[in-house]
């Protein structure tokens, strides 16, 4: 069965341009999840939806960032406009939706570097 | 005081031994708890699932839950080159926290 898939694998891209994140959840899960990992911070949320409907979005740093889910197997994550602080590895995840959501499946990451 | 803490290592054990990853959480209501696996460059792979007080074997891994003390750790038996990576522990509370990550190191 195929993972979760995310795109592009590496992008490098310039301070103030747009940068857009793909990801593809696993088929049956309703469960999205993005994650942002960093040395110093570590992994952080920054938002998930359940069934295509954001949950929670408190860890969106600020309004650059947004993220949408227009159906059950598609989800953006857009950084506009970009700045170095956001360089770091971006994380999809998906899971079934049940009581143990911690039982996370990861892409396996979008690598951005902001110039 | 973080969500939930661990030490962030590196953790240094001979081939062959017991390694043993800590982590502590702030939340008393959290039910459920989490150990990742993530080797450099590549993405956290789940291992270890514990909702219960405890222990909980899974082949070379034992999770131990202690809720009154808010603490889970993962051991690891019988420690392999291969099992050297970053642990993470993850606990839920209202959504997935996760630590900064323990980085074991096997050594042959």
């Known amino acids: 069965d195929a993972g979760v898939i995310q795109s592009p694998r590496h992008e490098v891209t310039e301070m103030g341009q747009e940068v857009t994140l793909r990801c593809k959840p696993i088929?049956?899960?309703?469960?999205l999840f993005w994650y942002r990992q960093t040395m110093m911070r570590g992994l952080e949320l920054l938002i998930y939806?359940?069934?295509?409907?954001?949950?929670?979005d408190s860890g969106m740093p600020e309004d650059r960032f947004s993220a949408k889910m227009p159906n059950a197997s598609f989800s953006t994550l857009k950084i506009q406009p970009s700045e170095p602080r956001d360089s770091a590895v971006y994380f999809c995840?998906?899971?079934?939706?049940?009581?143990?959501?911690?039982?996370?499946?990861f892409g396996e990451g979008s690598r951005l570097t902001v110039l | 005081q973080k969500e939930v803490e661990q030490n962030s290592g590196p953790l240094s054990v001979p081939e062959g031994a017991i390694a043993s990853l800590n982590c502590t959480y702030s939340?008393?209501?959290?039910?459920?708890f989490f150990w990742y696996r993530q080797y450099s460059g590549k993405s956290p792979e789940l291992i270890m699932s514990?909702?219960?007080?405890g222990d909980k074997e899974d082949g070379r891994f034992t999770a131990q839950l202690n809720k009154a003390s808010q603490y889970v750790s993962l051991l690891i038996r019988d420690s392999q080159p291969s099992d050297s990576a970053t642990y993470l522990c993850?606990?839920?509370?209202?959504?997935?926290?996760f630590g900064i990550g323990t980085k074991l190191q096997v050594i042959p």
């Open positions: 939340d008393r209501g959290s039910q459920s």
């Open positions: 514990i909702y219960s007080n």
């Open positions: 088929s049956g899960h309703n469960s």
């Open positions: 995840a998906s899971s079934r939706r049940t009581a143990n959501t911690g039982e996370l499946f």
């Open positions: 993850a606990v839920n509370i209202e959504r997935v926290t």
């Open positions: 939806f359940n069934n295509n409907v954001p949950i929670d």
